[in-house]
């Protein structure tokens, strides 16, 4: 049954005074992160398996094996707030090496976590120049090159920045899309059998010859199928909507996100809380002014970059949003290097900025937090993660620099006093019918009758994270209400989660409920569970919905492409299970959806046929 809804008092202090500043303070060298040095990339995920996050660092030099000052490092979190490195160990002792056109923004950029056969273990795509690498994760410490069987060297001209993982046509693997900085980007999809093949034309994805630093999947259409941002470098912003998750349209003009600045980094949060993510993109600024494009709903944005104060970031990399202090609202941090001339003057060097957002204290903007919080370094940023690395509860920063050693900062928000107001909670997602990493899952949790999201996605410049989606939730100790909207289209949730802990939630393992798109206010209890068995099938499967109530229950079948192939209704006189058969030995093998009808109200689900 459903469970009942209790309003807590004690969430009306959900951070609605104000909060001292919360430092940062340098914790590299106690971490023995001081001696990784000339980095372009930084990306964190827990590749052996132990409970934390270790860091991948991508070389901005060419590889020579007696000079470390040249390796991409694999640093292992011990779990006692230091990182070993274990690059030789884990496989990585014989580096890629530029043999071609040296590149002057560095030689090895991106580094790109993904569990791309979904055995959970994280596998790890690095972008180069001249020639991109993909080492599988054996699951015992080692990695292993399976670049060529896997077909996703790229080309010995390609500039490759950035790897984004994501499953493109929903059907439960990852696919992987390369951003280029001297011609097309490329789009493989996911084979399922440890090989991709390159789709780029037939999506209409290949653009023209762009400058591309990081790409974005999101859903801006709000239809179920993400879409892709390409944040370029003097050029317009690509957007490539997608209906179908077989082809694509260049939409950015519509939806308001041509931005023609030299454009780096990229960020999604919902810097508003209300419920619509927006787009945070760092520029040049004496090129072209950052912009924080505010979904307005609609499928149209809105710079509003100006407005909250975050217009300008010197020459910027790397950014994220993030809740630093815990009072219900995202922050955002951005690194910066220059590292060419403007107009044929040398840029000086500008410290990293980092914003406090007021929305809580009542204001619609950011405030500059930079010298606060302690974050706001002079060395030549590049890669940015936020991640909690020593498992306190809060999210520390990592900055990966072109010249200098790399930065780590330790929030010290839990150690300032007045804990409680600091609450919060995190949770690391495992895709079952989606993909295993969660990738384009939205999260959002309900406290008395705010809710507070966040989109689960990895994606930065120079790196992807797997990492889990982290909340502050201010003087509150208990979340009344979790939601977790999958790339299937399925939202699940569970109900009175108390503070101050790290989850594990596993797709299926909830109650599933209509999701309501308007945000805000939760949809009706329709089923209380469904499945399939078996899934996937040869010949016949059966589909079985338990629900709360009498009714009829409408089914339909389709493809990939939205083609139906079956339909059948039954009705219900009384709480029970529904149960359809569906003979499919017709049907070519593959994935379909099922959308399933309830009452004026809908869930859909997946079903795979063939082995």
């Not at 859903?219 to 998750?245: P, W």
Request: negative net charge.
């Amino acid at each position: 049954m459903k469970p009942s809804i209790y309003c807590h008092l004690l969430v009306i202090g959900l951070g609605f005074r104000e909060i001292a500043a919360q430092d940062f303070t340098p914790a590299a060298a106690a971490a023995h992160l001081d001696a990784v040095v000339n980095t372009n990339g930084v990306a964190v995920a827990d590749y052996d398996q132990d409970g934390d996050l270790d860091i991948f660092f991508t070389g901005l030099l060419n590889f020579d094996p007696s000079d470390t000052k040249t390796w991409n490092h694999l640093m292992r979190n011990n779990g006692m707030g230091v990182f070993d490195d274990v690059t030789v160990e884990a496989g990585f002792g014989i580096q890629y090496i530029n043999e071609g056109l040296k590149a002057a923004r560095g030689e090895k950029m991106g580094a790109s976590w993904g569990d791309y056969d979904n055995d959970g273990y994280p596998d790890i795509f690095l972008a180069n120049s001249r020639e991109n690498q993909l080492y599988h994760n054996e699951g015992n410490g080692t990695f292993r090159d399976v670049t060529a069987q896997a077909g996703v060297a790229g080309c010995n001209v390609c500039y490759s920045a950035t790897g984004l993982w994501w499953d493109h046509d929903r059907d439960g693997d990852l696919d992987l899309y390369v951003s280029n900085l001297n011609t097309t980007n490329v789009m493989y999809q996911n084979n399922g059998n440890g090989t991709f093949s390159d789709i780029t034309a037939s999506t209409g994805l290949s653009g023209g010859s762009t400058i591309t630093w990081s790409s974005v999947a999101f859903d801006a259409g709000k239809d179920g199928f993400l879409d892709l941002l390409n944040v370029n470098d003097t050029q317009a912003k690509e957007f490539f909507e997608n209906r179908t998750g077989q082809r694509y349209n260049e939409a950015a003009l519509a939806y308001r996100l041509d931005n023609k600045g030299a454009g780096m980094g990229v960020a999604i949060g919902d810097c508003n809380n209300d419920g619509l993510f927006d787009i945070y993109i760092t520029n040049i600024f004496y090129h072209l002014a950052n912009p924080l494009f505010v979904d307005t709903g609609n499928r149209r944005y809105k710079d509003q970059a100006k407005e909250w104060g975050v217009d300008n970031t010197g020459w910027g990399w790397g950014t994220q949003f993030l809740d630093f202090d815990h009072d219900g609202d995202e922050d955002l941090a951005a690194v910066n290097g220059p590292i060419d001339k403007v107009n044929q003057v040398i840029q000086p060097d500008i410290p990293n900025l980092f914003f406090k957002n007021r929305l809580i204290e009542g204001e619609n903007r950011f405030e500059d937090w930079s010298i606060a919080s302690g974050t706001n370094g002079l060395a030549k940023g590049k890669g940015l993660e936020t991640f909690d690395y020593d498992g306190d509860g809060d999210l520390d920063m990592v900055v990966a620099n072109m010249q200098e050693a790399a930065y780590l900062f330790k929030n010290e928000t839990l150690e300032k006093g007045q804990a409680e107001t600091k609450n919060w909670l995190q949770i690391n997602l495992e895709g079952v019918a989606s993909n295993r990493n969660a990738f384009g899952t939205t999260v959002k949790i309900r406290i008395g009758n705010q809710w507070y999201h966040r989109f689960h996605h990895g994606a930065a410049i120079f790196g992807q994270s797997i990492k889990p989606v982290h909340f502050g939730i201010g003087a509150a100790t208990l979340v009344d209400e979790i939601r977790f909207t999958w790339p299937t289209g399925i939202t699940e949730a569970i109900y009175l989660v108390t503070a101050n802990q790290l989850i594990k939630f596993k797709e299926g393992s909830g109650t599933i409920v209509e999701e309501n798109n308007g945000g805000n206010t939760g949809g009706g209890f329709i089923v209380e569970k469904n499945y399939s068995q078996p899934n996937p099938f040869d010949d016949t499967t059966l589909i079985t919905f338990d629900v709360a109530t009498s009714g009829t229950l409408d089914l339909h079948i389709f493809t990939t492409m939205g083609q139906e192939v079956h339909h059948d209704s039954k009705t219900i006189t009384s709480p029970g299970s529904i149960e359809f058969e569906w003979d499919g030995s017709g049907a070519t093998d593959g994935v379909y959806f099922y959308s399933a009808v309830f009452q004026n109200k809908r869930m859909t689900g997946k079903i795979i046929k063939g082995k």
